[in-house]
Every structure is written in structure tokens, then in C-alpha cells.
């Protein structure tokens, strides 16, 4: 089980664009409301999440976890003591942790980034640790997937089903969604 953690003041394009595409490709994926069951987006847009932060904890059925930016999203994110849980047992266990926009900002915080190559959103940069800050839409170094925002948020998603699946697999949805024209 995948989870994308929403938190108030999430960024709803980066949040719900990945959530889609790994449910087009039958990975199984939880929307986590922080705090409440309706998290309302950065963009006052109310959104429904499949359970609350206080109904899950890590367990052998987590397999990784999404972190949409936004603001102030993101500083909910890392206030957050299940959020913070979800990232210390992925990082225990070499699990997928994905993290768009500001929210490479909570990696970065907890010295996750320090010697891995990452993105985020501009002005952003100074709070990634000591990875090595690219250039780049959206980049995967081992575990870690990050991207830059939420025009990044198409190629997050597909981002997250090649790391899951497979190239092949990604690469179907994109041309299904007909992202490749």
C-alpha cells in the first residue's frame, strides 16, 4: 500500500494527478487526510481522503509514501507526528518516498537529501540539506523520487509507476493519457 498523505493547504494537482495515474495502473494507493477525512487544498478546494492519519501507522503494509507540496501544506506535513513516523520507517526500510514541490523541504530537514541528487520548487533549494540540487522536472535517486511542482506533477506520477512497475508501464499510461503527443 502506497500512501499520499493531504494535509490543509496541500497542492491539489500534485497531490491528485499521481494518485490517478497509480490507480489507472492498479496500484494500490490511499489518500491520508492529517488530521481530518476533508483536507481542504491550497486552492480552498474540499477534497475526501480514503482514511485519517489516526486510523493507520507504518506497518509491513506500507510500501511507500507521497508527499504533495503547497503551502502551507507542507509545513502541516512535517508538523505532522504520523507524517513524520511514515518517513522514518520508509527511510528504515529503503521504501519509495516521493515528495513534490516544498515538500522535499521536510526530506531535506531531516537530512534525508544529504548526498542524494533532488528537486523541488524554486526558492526552496536552501532547505534540502546537502543533496545535490538539479535542474531537473522530476528526479529519482534510489528510494527518493522528488519533482518541482505542479507542472511536474504528470511526470511524478509516471515517475512513481516506472519506479513501482516499470518503464513499460509508465510509459503505456502516458501514451493511454496521451501525455507523449
Given at each position: 500500500m502506497y500512501y499520499v498523505f493531504l494535509a490543509d493547504g496541500f497542492e491539489e494537482t500534485e497531490a491528485l494527478a499521481p494518485v490517478?495515474?497509480?490507480r489507472r495502473a492498479e496500484i494500490e494507493v490511499y489518500t491520508v487526510g492529517v488530521g481530518a477525512k476533508v483536507v481542504?487544498?491550497?486552492?480552498?478546494?474540499?477534497?475526501v481522503a480514503d482514511v485519517v492519519d489516526c486510523e493507520i501507522g507504518p506497518d509491513k503494509d506500507c510500501e511507500g509514501i507521497i508527499l504533495p507540496g503547497g503551502m502551507p501544506g507542507t509545513l502541516n506535513l512535517e508538523k505532522s507526528a504520523t507524517v513524520q513516523k511514515f518517513i522514518d520507517y520508509c527511510v528504515e526500510n529503503k521504501l519509495l518516498i516521493a515528495a513534490i514541490c516544498a515538500a522535499p523541504s521536510v526530506l531535506g530537514h531531516k537530512g534525508i537529501l544529504d548526498g542524494k541528487k533532488a528537486v523541488c520548487f524554486p526558492g526552496f533549494e536552501g532547505q534540502l540539506g546537502r543533496a545535490e540540487v538539479c535542474n531537473d522536472a522530476v528526479m529519482t535517486d534510489g528510494n527518493i523520487i522528488t519533482g518541482c511542482g505542479a507542472g511536474a506533477a504528470l511526470k511524478f506520477g509516471f515517475e512513481i509507476v516506472k519506479y513501482i512497475q516499470s518503464e513499460a508501464s509508465a510509459n503505456h499510461f502516458k501514451a493511454a493519457m496521451l501525455c507523449d503527443r
Open positions: 490517478d495515474i497509480m481542504t487544498s491550497s486552492h480552498q478546494i474540499p477534497v
